[in-house]
Structures are given as C-alpha cells and as structure tokens.
C-alpha cells in the first residue's frame, strides 16, 4: 500500500512524483520554516542535502511560479514511522548561491552542507562551522561549477616503488 503525500504549507509550490514522493519547491524565505514542518510532522530523517549547479541546463522543468536560478539546494526527508518521503528543491542563487542551514533541525547535515559549499560555493546561513571539508584550505574557486576551469592535477605517490 502506498502512502499518501504528506501536506505541503500553503503558498509553497508542489508537484506529486512517482510512488507518493512529492517535492516542494519553497522560496528561500519559505525554506527552512518548510523542512521545520516536515520534521514536526515526523519526518525523522534528512537524508541528503546535496548543491545543484544548472549553469548549462537553465531550461530544466520547474513548476509555473518557480523563478529558475542557477544554483539549487535539494533535501531529501524521509519519515520512516509513516512510510513517506519528500524533496525539498530551494533556488539558492545566481552569483552568490546562499540558503538557510539545516543543522539545527537535522545535525547529520553539517557535513553535506560543507560539502556543497566546498565544491559549488554554496552558502548555508547560520551553519557552525561552514569550511572546506574535501578540498585544501588554500584551494582556490568550487571545484564542481560548471564553469570552473578543467585541468589536470598531477597525482603525486608517496615512495613508488617505480619500473622493475
């Protein structure tokens, strides 16, 4: 039996998926206030947060009402007791992609949140301790935008045992 999709806020934008998961396109000012619902409504889990750069696919389908930016910020919030999940898909920006942290609702998503930050650029507000997490402190840029430049950083073995 499929359960049914739990209830969006008024004013924030939905659009029913596949097998009851529905996902939420709020504004950035109805973000957090939103993933506050869902975990008061028992969804005990955020599973992922995860940053989105569209830079070379602006034209992707959101529903009417949604101001496309270049950047997005997708939760994915699961309540284990009813059976149900929901994604959460926020616009967080053009030039300076920022969004409300998680972290006080859901603590697991300190490190998905650097993570976004450290490879897009994406600011969380209010997040304790929003550093670089896989790249080195004096890197330079956000590694996965789409116009960050390709290259080739040359791999360095420690004590090769070289050509026999």
């Given at each position: 039996m499929i359960a049914l999709s739990p209830a969006a806020p008024p004013g924030v934008l939905t659009s029913e998926g596949l097998a009851a998961d529905q996902c939420c396109f709020p504004t950035p000012a109805q973000?957090?206030?939103?993933?506050?619902?869902?975990?008061?409504?028992?969804?005990?889990?955020?599973?992922?947060v995860c940053g989105v750069d569209y830079l070379e696919y602006f034209d992707r389908w959101?529903?009417?009402?949604?101001?496309?930016?270049?950047?997005?910020?997708?939760?994915?919030?699961?309540?284990?007791?009813k059976k149900q999940r929901v994604r959460v898909r926020v616009q967080a920006g053009d030039d300076a992609p920022e969004v409300d942290s998680l972290f006080t609702l859901y603590p697991g998503t300190e490190a998905m949140e650097r993570e976004a930050f450290d490879l897009l650029g994406i600011l969380f507000t209010n997040h304790p301790d929003l550093t670089r997490i896989l790249m080195p402190e004096e890197w330079e840029g956000h590694p996965l935008r789409k116009d960050y430049g390709a290259g080739r950083v040359p791999v360095q073995f420690k004590e090769s045992p070289g050509p026999r």
């Open positions: 973000y957090f206030a939103l993933v506050a619902s869902f975990r008061d409504d028992d969804f005990e889990m955020c599973v992922d959101v529903p009417d009402g949604v101001v496309r930016t270049r950047f997005e910020v997708v939760v994915n919030l699961l309540s284990l007791s």
